[in-house]
């Protein structure tokens, strides 16, 4: 029987999807921030020159209209800097100021298909960078120096860090995804932990909550961070938190957000089952276990958790141990809206940002630094955000916070 690729098929694309969006953020971005550091030192280096009153010759003067560049990714805006020269040159005319980065004829690329291997399958190291913008711009293109890239990597740092100190006193998140993100860092021989939160506000956006280095996912790698964003104003933790079994974050949660219910990832706790089956059972507990989760009620998804129990207990033990010791917090979901089952039941939010992230740091051995890594891991999880959907049964999350009782995803009837 031919396999049924429809799925992976339509996985395949969506991630395309991202990947291009992501490009064409990330790329635009990199160029804007190019063009504002190539006008910041033509300022700069001309900052001694001026008129017989001590005035400046050479300033800032707002900006030019936009400019559209044509790209294979789709068109990319740009606002570039105007600059007001006052000099004048040996024949008695003014200099103008001409942008080696972004010259006046370019309106449309012609290697920026380029640019996929390099920024995605590339680690973030100054010459990956170097050559990232010159294929985004054409081999030619000057202006483009290692101290230039130095400059705006310590910008990506500082904006990585402004956003981890911003104040969090009017935010309120109903739901969280956690997990740690593991990168190898060729300059080191442990693996880099990026410990990730992503959370649902009240008004049913997904958002990035908190993005720092870890150790190995233990309890006091995410007390810390969880103390942090308690200390920066979030007083209130989310209703439910969705990860999978570390017990390094479970342990922190319960110390800074006690009243915080836990839901366990089924994709994760799926994949730790299957592990104790030899491998010709494996597709046949697998779809066992999704009927487990995709019951449309508890006692619907108790008869199909004993079926398995049945089946495997006698020769497998381990596996239904595996499946048992987290059964309240995997069956957690149905005490919350039917509407919201398909987000808490698993930490696919993240699992699907940084899916793409893993595989270009495994193409490349990985990046130089645990803070360029750190730093990369921002960017892309900041782009990537932009084009996450809203929760389904928005409408519902002022219920939840308002403590209202759902049994089996439906909202209890007053008597």
Known sequence: MPQDTTGSTTLAIGLQDMLTQVLREGAQKMLA??????????????????????????????????????????????????????RLDEQGRRIRFTSQVLPPYLRRTKSLEELLPWLYLKGISTGDYQEALQALLGPEAPGLSASTIVRLKEVWRRDWEAWSNRSLEDKRYVYFWVDG??????????????????????????????????FRENEQS?????????????????????????????????????????????????????????????????????????????????????????QYRAKYPKAVESLDKDRAALLAFYDFPA??????????????????????????????????????????ARSAERSWRLLNGVQLLPEVIQGVKFIDGIKEQAA
């Not at 276990?289 to 398995?308: D, H, T, V």
């Open 33 to 86: 921030q190019a063009v504002e550091q190539e006008v910041t030192d033509y300022l700069e280096g001309h900052a001694g020159q001026r008129d017989e009153h001590g005035h400046r010759l050479v300033v800032r003067n707002g900006y030019k209209p936009a400019r559209s560049i044509q790209t294979p990714l789709g068109p990319m805006d740009v606002h570039q800097p105007r600059i007001d020269d006052r």
């Open 181 to 214: 993100v593991y990168f190898n860092i060729r300059l080191e021989q442990d693996r880099q932990c990026i410990l990730v939160v992503m959370g649902a506000t009240a008004e049913g956006k997904k958002e990035l909550v908190a993005i720092t280095d870890g």
């Open 222 to 310: 995410w007390l810390d961070l969880l103390r942090n964003l308690k200390e920066r104003g979030l007083s209130i933790g989310p209703h439910l938190a969705v990860g999978d079994g570390a017990l390094g974050f479970w342990k922190a949660l319960r110390q800074v957000y006690p009243a915080t219910r836990e839901q366990r990832c089924w994709v994760h706790k799926t994949v730790n089952v299957l592990n104790h089956l030899p491998k010709s059972l494996q597709p046949t507990a697998k779809k066992q276990l999704q009927q487990i989760w995709m019951a449309p009620g508890r006692a619907e998804a108790s008869k199909a958790w004993q079926q398995f129990d049945k």
């Open 339 to 380: 509407e919201h089952w398909p987000h808490p039941r698993t930490s696919n939010p993240i699992e699907s940002t940084f899916g793409t992230v893993r595989l270009r740091t495994a193409k490349t051995k990985g990046c130089g630094s645990r803070q360029a890594c750190l730093t990369m891991v921002f960017q892309l």
